[in-house]
C-alpha cells in the first residue's frame, strides 16, 4: 500500500485538488479506537439466573476491536475492557444483561495517553 501511495504522491497528475479528494478518503477510512472499561456486579437475586445465562450464551460480545473478560473470583463481580470507536457495543452488552447486572462504564487512558494530557494541565 505504502508503494502506490507514493507513486500516486510523486504522479504529476496528482494536483492539490486529487491531493485534498485524496485526504478526504483516507481520513474517512482511519478508525479512532477508545478504550472503556465496564465494571459489573450482579443484582441481588440474580446470580444464579445469570450464571445459568453465562453457560448457555457464552455472553457473545458485539462487534468491537477488541474486548477481554474478567471475573473476580468468589465476588460477585467482574470487569470488561473494551477497544472500539464509540460506546455503542458497551451500550448494547449492558443492555443485553441489564436484568441480572448492574453497570458502570468508564473510557479509559494509557500512562502514554494521559501523560501529555497532565503535563498540559500542570504546564
Request: proline fraction near 5%.
Amino acid at each position: 500500500m505504502f508503494f502506490g501511495v507514493a507513486l500516486l504522491l510523486l504522479s504529476p497528475k496528482f494536483d492539490n485538488f486529487h491531493f485534498f479528494e485524496f485526504y478526504a478518503i483516507l481520513s474517512r477510512s482511519l478508525r479512532f479506537f477508545m478504550t472503556f472499561l465496564m465494571h459489573w456486579t450482579f443484582k441481588t437475586g440474580y446470580h444464579e439466573i445469570a450464571a445459568k445465562k453465562f453457560l448457555s450464551t457464552g455472553a457473545p460480545f458485539p462487534t468491537c476491536k477488541s474486548w477481554k473478560r474478567f471475573h473476580g473470583p468468589g465476588s460477585v463481580e467482574g470487569w470488561i475492557l473494551v477497544e472500539a470507536d464509540s460506546a455503542n457495543a458497551c451500550y448494547e452488552h449492558a443492555a443485553e444483561w441489564a436484568e441480572c447486572l448492574d453497570w458502570e462504564v468508564t473510557p479509559v487512558l494509557t500512562d502514554d495517553q494521559a501523560g501529555p494530557l497532565i503535563a498540559k494541565a500542570y504546564s
